[in-house]
Protein backbone atom coordinates (compact mmCIF):
# COMPACT_ATOMS: atom_id res chain seq x y z
CA UNK A 1 0.00 0.00 0.00
CA UNK A 2 1.53 3.26 -1.16
CA UNK A 3 1.42 6.58 0.68
CA UNK A 4 -1.27 7.62 -2.04
CA UNK A 5 -3.12 4.87 -1.97
CA UNK A 6 -3.52 5.18 1.89
CA UNK A 7 -7.50 5.28 2.62
CA UNK A 8 -8.54 8.47 4.15
CA UNK A 9 -11.31 9.94 5.32
CA UNK A 10 -12.39 13.78 5.07
CA UNK A 11 -12.64 15.91 8.14
CA UNK A 12 -14.77 18.88 8.56
CA UNK A 13 -11.46 21.24 8.18
CA UNK A 14 -11.02 19.92 4.43
CA UNK A 15 -8.30 17.88 5.14
CA UNK A 16 -8.28 13.96 4.37
CA UNK A 17 -6.98 11.83 7.59
CA UNK A 18 -5.96 7.71 6.88
CA UNK A 19 -8.69 5.35 7.91
CA UNK A 20 -5.53 3.63 9.40
CA UNK A 21 -3.23 4.90 12.01
CA UNK A 22 -0.68 3.72 14.64
CA UNK A 23 -1.42 3.78 18.13
CA UNK A 24 1.12 4.32 20.61
CA UNK A 25 0.30 3.95 24.13
CA UNK A 26 2.34 2.40 26.59
CA UNK A 27 5.20 2.71 23.71
CA UNK A 28 7.98 4.53 25.24
CA UNK A 29 11.20 3.43 24.84
CA UNK A 30 12.80 5.47 21.90
CA UNK A 31 13.82 2.55 19.91
CA UNK A 32 10.75 0.59 20.76
CA UNK A 33 9.14 4.12 19.22
CA UNK A 34 12.11 4.56 16.50
CA UNK A 35 11.22 0.11 15.23
CA UNK A 36 7.81 0.39 15.18
CA UNK A 37 7.37 3.52 13.38
CA UNK A 38 9.88 2.10 10.68
CA UNK A 39 7.91 -0.79 10.39
CA UNK A 40 4.38 1.03 10.18
CA UNK A 41 6.21 3.60 7.70
CA UNK A 42 7.49 0.42 5.30
CA UNK A 43 3.89 -0.68 5.31
CA UNK A 44 1.84 1.94 4.36
CA UNK A 45 0.75 3.52 7.71
CA UNK A 46 0.41 7.44 7.28
CA UNK A 47 -0.98 8.65 11.07
CA UNK A 48 0.35 7.96 14.31
CA UNK A 49 -1.54 8.83 17.34
CA UNK A 50 0.22 9.75 20.62
CA UNK A 51 -0.70 11.83 23.96
CA UNK A 52 0.90 13.88 26.11
CA UNK A 53 -0.28 11.29 28.64
CA UNK A 54 1.65 8.76 27.13
CA UNK A 55 5.32 10.25 27.36
CA UNK A 56 6.38 9.35 24.01
CA UNK A 57 5.86 12.55 22.16
CA UNK A 58 9.61 13.37 21.74
CA UNK A 59 10.25 9.82 20.97
CA UNK A 60 7.58 9.47 18.25
CA UNK A 61 8.67 13.36 16.65
CA UNK A 62 12.48 12.16 16.59
CA UNK A 63 11.46 8.85 15.26
CA UNK A 64 9.81 10.62 12.40
CA UNK A 65 12.03 13.17 11.55
CA UNK A 66 14.85 10.41 11.05
CA UNK A 67 12.35 8.24 9.07
CA UNK A 68 10.69 9.84 6.92
CA UNK A 69 13.58 11.00 4.58
CA UNK A 70 14.08 6.61 4.29
CA UNK A 71 11.09 5.88 3.30
CA UNK A 72 10.64 8.85 0.62
CA UNK A 73 8.29 10.88 2.83
CA UNK A 74 7.85 13.97 4.22
CA UNK A 75 5.74 15.84 6.99
CA UNK A 76 3.45 16.30 4.86
CA UNK A 77 2.54 12.91 3.59
CA UNK A 78 1.76 12.02 7.52
CA UNK A 79 -0.58 12.63 10.02
CA UNK A 80 -0.19 13.63 13.53
CA UNK A 81 -2.99 13.47 16.84
CA UNK A 82 -1.51 14.16 20.38
CA UNK A 83 -4.14 14.72 23.31
CA UNK A 84 -4.20 17.09 25.87
CA UNK A 85 -3.00 15.61 29.29
CA UNK A 86 -6.29 15.91 31.87
CA UNK A 87 -3.80 17.71 34.28
CA UNK A 88 -3.84 20.38 31.93
CA UNK A 89 -7.55 21.03 31.30
CA UNK A 90 -8.50 24.40 31.79
CA UNK A 91 -5.99 27.36 31.85
CA UNK A 92 -3.11 25.74 31.17
CA UNK A 93 -4.13 24.40 27.96
CA UNK A 94 -2.37 26.54 25.25
CA UNK A 95 1.25 26.50 27.15
CA UNK A 96 0.82 22.61 26.86
CA UNK A 97 -0.48 21.96 23.40
CA UNK A 98 2.41 24.31 22.57
CA UNK A 99 4.53 22.21 24.72
CA UNK A 100 3.12 19.17 22.10
CA UNK A 101 4.37 21.40 19.75
CA UNK A 102 8.08 21.69 20.39
CA UNK A 103 8.33 18.41 21.64
CA UNK A 104 7.06 16.55 18.58
CA UNK A 105 9.09 19.26 17.07
CA UNK A 106 7.13 18.14 13.61
CA UNK A 107 6.26 22.01 12.59
CA UNK A 108 2.63 21.78 13.43
CA UNK A 109 -0.36 19.16 14.77
CA UNK A 110 -2.52 17.68 12.42
CA UNK A 111 -5.22 16.94 15.30
CA UNK A 112 -4.96 17.89 19.02
CA UNK A 113 -7.56 16.07 21.33
CA UNK A 114 -8.49 17.32 24.76
CA UNK A 115 -8.19 13.77 25.58
CA UNK A 116 -10.69 13.47 28.82
CA UNK A 117 -13.60 15.56 29.95
CA UNK A 118 -12.93 16.02 33.53
CA UNK A 119 -9.64 17.54 35.18
CA UNK A 120 -7.21 15.41 37.00
CA UNK A 121 -7.01 15.70 40.30
CA UNK A 122 -10.95 16.82 40.50
CA UNK A 123 -13.52 15.02 41.36
CA UNK A 124 -15.75 13.97 38.77
CA UNK A 125 -19.15 15.66 39.78
CA UNK A 126 -17.50 18.45 40.34
CA UNK A 127 -19.32 21.99 38.68
CA UNK A 128 -15.43 22.84 37.68
CA UNK A 129 -15.59 20.06 34.97
CA UNK A 130 -17.31 21.62 32.45
CA UNK A 131 -15.96 24.84 33.00
CA UNK A 132 -12.15 23.65 32.59
CA UNK A 133 -12.72 22.01 29.45
CA UNK A 134 -14.95 24.79 28.06
CA UNK A 135 -11.78 27.35 28.81
CA UNK A 136 -9.41 24.73 27.27
CA UNK A 137 -11.70 24.31 24.13
CA UNK A 138 -11.72 28.46 23.63
CA UNK A 139 -8.29 28.08 23.88
CA UNK A 140 -7.54 25.76 21.03
CA UNK A 141 -9.70 27.22 19.46
CA UNK A 142 -6.91 30.46 19.45
CA UNK A 143 -4.28 27.97 18.72
CA UNK A 144 -6.45 26.23 15.56
CA UNK A 145 -7.17 30.20 14.81
CA UNK A 146 -2.78 30.42 14.30
CA UNK A 147 -2.99 27.39 12.25
CA UNK A 148 -0.55 25.74 15.16
CA UNK A 149 -3.31 23.02 15.76
CA UNK A 150 -4.49 22.30 11.79
CA UNK A 151 -7.19 20.82 13.37
CA UNK A 152 -8.82 20.20 17.15
CA UNK A 153 -11.43 17.71 18.39
CA UNK A 154 -12.24 15.65 21.70
CA UNK A 155 -12.05 12.45 23.26
CA UNK A 156 -14.02 10.30 25.44
CA UNK A 157 -16.76 12.76 25.50
CA UNK A 158 -20.50 11.34 26.48
CA UNK A 159 -23.57 12.48 24.57
CA UNK A 160 -24.13 15.10 27.50
CA UNK A 161 -20.49 16.54 27.03
CA UNK A 162 -20.93 16.53 22.86
CA UNK A 163 -24.14 18.22 22.76
CA UNK A 164 -23.40 20.99 25.97
CA UNK A 165 -20.30 21.40 23.61
CA UNK A 166 -22.31 22.43 21.03
CA UNK A 167 -23.77 25.39 22.36
CA UNK A 168 -20.82 27.29 23.17
CA UNK A 169 -17.95 26.42 20.45
CA UNK A 170 -17.30 28.60 18.06
CA UNK A 171 -15.24 25.68 16.03
CA UNK A 172 -16.78 22.60 16.04
CA UNK A 173 -14.82 19.83 16.91
CA UNK A 174 -13.42 17.95 13.56
CA UNK A 175 -13.03 14.43 15.04
CA UNK A 176 -14.12 12.51 18.64
CA UNK A 177 -11.92 9.38 19.42
CA UNK A 178 -13.87 6.97 21.74
CA UNK A 179 -13.14 3.20 22.62
CA UNK A 180 -15.45 1.16 19.50
CA UNK A 181 -15.42 -2.47 19.17
CA UNK A 182 -17.81 -4.82 18.67
CA UNK A 183 -18.91 -4.96 22.14
CA UNK A 184 -18.82 -1.20 22.45
CA UNK A 185 -20.89 -0.35 19.19
CA UNK A 186 -21.48 3.13 20.66
CA UNK A 187 -24.89 3.74 18.35
CA UNK A 188 -26.07 7.26 20.04
CA UNK A 189 -22.64 8.79 19.81
CA UNK A 190 -21.91 7.89 16.32
CA UNK A 191 -25.67 9.38 15.30
CA UNK A 192 -24.67 12.47 17.44
CA UNK A 193 -21.28 12.94 15.91
CA UNK A 194 -23.08 12.28 12.18
CA UNK A 195 -25.45 15.03 12.76
CA UNK A 196 -23.18 17.59 14.57
CA UNK A 197 -20.39 16.76 11.41
CA UNK A 198 -17.94 15.12 13.40
CA UNK A 199 -15.49 12.32 12.17
CA UNK A 200 -15.96 9.40 14.84
CA UNK A 201 -12.57 7.64 15.70
CA UNK A 202 -12.42 4.90 17.30
CA UNK A 203 -9.78 3.34 19.53
CA UNK A 204 -9.45 0.26 21.53
CA UNK A 205 -10.49 -1.48 18.69
CA UNK A 206 -8.74 -5.02 19.28
CA UNK A 207 -10.11 -4.49 22.84
CA UNK A 208 -6.30 -4.50 24.10
CA UNK A 209 -5.34 -7.96 22.45
CA UNK A 210 -8.96 -9.34 24.43
CA UNK A 211 -11.08 -9.23 21.58
CA UNK A 212 -8.78 -11.68 19.20
CA UNK A 213 -10.09 -14.38 21.02
CA UNK A 214 -13.58 -14.13 21.92
CA UNK A 215 -15.24 -17.32 19.65
CA UNK A 216 -17.30 -15.13 17.24
CA UNK A 217 -14.30 -13.38 16.31
CA UNK A 218 -12.18 -16.25 15.86
CA UNK A 219 -14.90 -17.77 13.61
CA UNK A 220 -15.20 -15.20 11.28
CA UNK A 221 -11.73 -15.20 10.95
CA UNK A 222 -11.44 -19.00 10.21
CA UNK A 223 -13.87 -18.22 7.83
CA UNK A 224 -12.57 -15.86 5.27
CA UNK A 225 -8.77 -16.53 6.41
CA UNK A 226 -8.01 -13.82 8.11
CA UNK A 227 -6.60 -12.77 11.83
CA UNK A 228 -8.75 -12.02 14.60
CA UNK A 229 -7.71 -8.52 14.49
CA UNK A 230 -7.65 -8.05 10.74
CA UNK A 231 -11.30 -8.85 11.01
CA UNK A 232 -11.72 -6.28 13.92
CA UNK A 233 -10.28 -3.72 12.10
CA UNK A 234 -12.04 -4.07 8.80
CA UNK A 235 -15.54 -4.22 10.78
CA UNK A 236 -14.43 -0.60 11.70
CA UNK A 237 -12.90 0.70 8.42
CA UNK A 238 -16.19 -1.09 6.66
CA UNK A 239 -18.51 1.35 8.76
CA UNK A 240 -16.33 4.22 7.73
CA UNK A 241 -15.03 4.43 11.13
CA UNK A 242 -10.70 4.95 11.06
CA UNK A 243 -8.95 2.70 13.30
CA UNK A 244 -5.59 2.97 15.29
CA UNK A 245 -4.22 -0.51 16.07
CA UNK A 246 -1.63 -0.31 19.03
CA UNK A 247 1.32 -2.83 18.59
CA UNK A 248 5.00 -3.30 19.28
CA UNK A 249 5.42 -6.54 17.27
CA UNK A 250 6.20 -6.12 13.62
CA UNK A 251 4.59 -8.68 11.97
CA UNK A 252 1.80 -7.61 14.27
CA UNK A 253 2.22 -3.96 12.91
CA UNK A 254 2.36 -5.37 9.23
CA UNK A 255 -0.87 -7.27 9.91
CA UNK A 256 -2.85 -5.03 10.95
CA UNK A 257 -2.73 -2.61 8.08
CA UNK A 258 -3.53 -5.43 5.70
CA UNK A 259 -7.39 -4.35 6.24
CA UNK A 260 -8.42 -3.15 2.86
CA UNK A 261 -7.76 -5.63 0.72
CA UNK A 262 -10.86 -7.72 1.94
CA UNK A 263 -14.78 -7.60 2.98
CA UNK A 264 -16.71 -8.72 5.55
CA UNK A 265 -19.94 -10.27 4.35
CA UNK A 266 -23.19 -8.17 5.89
CA UNK A 267 -23.84 -11.47 7.62
CA UNK A 268 -20.41 -11.44 9.66
CA UNK A 269 -20.72 -7.66 10.16
CA UNK A 270 -24.39 -8.29 11.81
CA UNK A 271 -22.91 -11.24 13.64
CA UNK A 272 -19.97 -9.29 14.94
CA UNK A 273 -22.09 -5.91 15.85
CA UNK A 274 -24.28 -8.19 18.13
CA UNK A 275 -21.63 -8.87 20.74
CA UNK A 276 -22.42 -5.09 21.63
CA UNK A 277 -22.96 -5.44 24.83
CA UNK A 278 -21.80 -1.93 26.56
CA UNK A 279 -18.42 -3.14 27.57
CA UNK A 280 -15.74 -0.96 28.27
CA UNK A 281 -11.93 -2.16 28.19
CA UNK A 282 -10.96 1.41 29.53
CA UNK A 283 -12.00 4.22 31.84
CA UNK A 284 -15.58 4.95 31.65
CA UNK A 285 -16.04 8.70 31.31
CA UNK A 286 -20.30 8.62 31.73
CA UNK A 287 -19.32 9.72 35.65
CA UNK A 288 -17.86 12.93 34.62
CA UNK A 289 -20.21 16.32 34.87
N1 LIG B 1 -8.19 8.66 23.60
C1 LIG B 1 -8.05 7.74 24.52
O1 LIG B 1 -8.44 7.92 25.69
C2 LIG B 1 -7.43 6.44 24.16
C3 LIG B 1 -7.59 5.33 25.00
C4 LIG B 1 -7.03 4.12 24.62
C5 LIG B 1 -6.32 4.03 23.44
N2 LIG B 1 -6.14 5.14 22.64
C6 LIG B 1 -5.33 5.07 21.41
O2 LIG B 1 -5.73 3.94 20.64
C7 LIG B 1 -4.62 3.05 20.50
C8 LIG B 1 -5.10 1.62 20.44
O3 LIG B 1 -5.80 1.26 21.61
P1 LIG B 1 -5.17 0.30 22.72
O4 LIG B 1 -3.70 0.44 22.73
O5 LIG B 1 -5.91 0.59 23.97
O6 LIG B 1 -5.61 -1.14 22.29
P2 LIG B 1 -5.70 -2.04 20.95
O7 LIG B 1 -5.08 -1.42 19.79
O8 LIG B 1 -7.12 -2.50 20.90
O9 LIG B 1 -4.85 -3.33 21.39
C9 LIG B 1 -3.47 -3.27 21.63
C10 LIG B 1 -3.07 -4.57 22.28
O10 LIG B 1 -3.36 -5.65 21.38
C11 LIG B 1 -2.16 -6.34 21.06
N3 LIG B 1 -2.20 -6.60 19.61
C12 LIG B 1 -2.02 -5.72 18.61
N4 LIG B 1 -2.16 -6.32 17.42
C13 LIG B 1 -2.44 -7.61 17.67
C14 LIG B 1 -2.69 -8.72 16.85
N5 LIG B 1 -2.67 -8.62 15.52
N6 LIG B 1 -2.93 -9.92 17.44
C15 LIG B 1 -2.97 -10.03 18.78
N7 LIG B 1 -2.74 -9.00 19.63
C16 LIG B 1 -2.48 -7.80 19.07
C17 LIG B 1 -1.01 -5.43 21.43
O11 LIG B 1 0.10 -6.18 21.89
P3 LIG B 1 1.55 -6.10 21.14
O12 LIG B 1 2.02 -4.69 21.26
O13 LIG B 1 2.37 -7.06 21.93
O14 LIG B 1 1.32 -6.54 19.72
C18 LIG B 1 -1.60 -4.65 22.59
O15 LIG B 1 -1.47 -5.37 23.81
C19 LIG B 1 -3.72 3.39 21.69
O16 LIG B 1 -2.42 2.90 21.54
C20 LIG B 1 -3.83 4.88 21.70
O17 LIG B 1 -3.03 5.45 20.68
C21 LIG B 1 -6.71 6.32 22.98
Known sequence: MSASSTPSVLLNTGAQMPLLGLGTYTLQKPEEVHRAVDVALSVGYRAFDTATYYENEAALGRALRELLPKHGLTREDVFIITKLHPKDQGEKAKEAALLSLSQLDLGYIDLYLIHWPGTHGVPETDPSNPVNRAKSWALLEELHGQGKLKAIGVSNYTPAHMKEMMQ????????????????????????????????????????????????????????????????LLRWAVQQGVPVLPKSSNPERIEGNAKIFDFTLSDADMDRLSALDCGHKYCPDPSKVL
Open 168 to 231: SCKVRPALHQVEFHPRLCQAEMRRLCKEYGVCFQAYSSIGQGDLVTNPVVMEVAKSCQRTPAQV
